[in-house]
């Protein structure tokens, strides 16, 4: 098994939450303090890296086998992400989704900065779920 980080629509209430859900929740973590957060298009959030002006962004870790992942999770995923390592302020590295390389400079005026918000619900006001 894989652990997965997931930070928009994957996650508990989330539309894409039915592609992680027969697996097992392993709790809300966070990432490191090194990641800018961005809203696409108000539709999904997107981590990019960046030790200068980051901030820790919340989530949340599923136990999913990596073909499940390839199966599953990334086809409904957009273009504008990938599979990334993510860094967890707890010191583990475990897989999730990233800005693509020069998605950022090629399509900003599509791109809303909410690292300020630290989560994709607290950016979206929703509440979160109850175990």
């Known amino acids: 098994m894989t652990e997965l980080f997931c930070n928009g629509g994957a996650m508990r209430g989330g539309s894409l939450h039915h592609n992680v859900s027969s697996h097992p929740f392993v709790g809300t973590?966070?990432?490191?303090?090194?990641?800018r957060?961005?809203?696409v298009r108000d539709e999904f959030p997107a981590l990019l890296l960046d030790h200068t002006?980051?901030?820790?962004i919340e989530g949340e870790l599923y136990d999913i086998p990596l073909d499940d992942i390839r199966k599953s999770f990334l086809p409904?995923?957009?273009?504008?992400l990938e599979l990334t390592v993510v860094a967890l302020e707890d010191g583990r590295s475990v897989l999730g989704v990233g800005l693509r390389p020069g998605v950022l400079d090629a399509q900003p005026d599509e791109l809303t900065d909410i690292t300020y918000a630290g989560s994709w619900r607290r950016y979206r006001g929703l509440p979160q779920p109850q175990n």
Request: avoid cysteine; proline fraction near 16%; charge should be negative.
């Open 29 to 35: 973590v966070r990432t490191t303090p090194n990641y």
């Open 37 to 39: 957060f961005f809203s």
């Open 53 to 56: 002006a980051g901030a820790a």
């Open 76 to 80: 409904d995923e957009p273009p504008e």
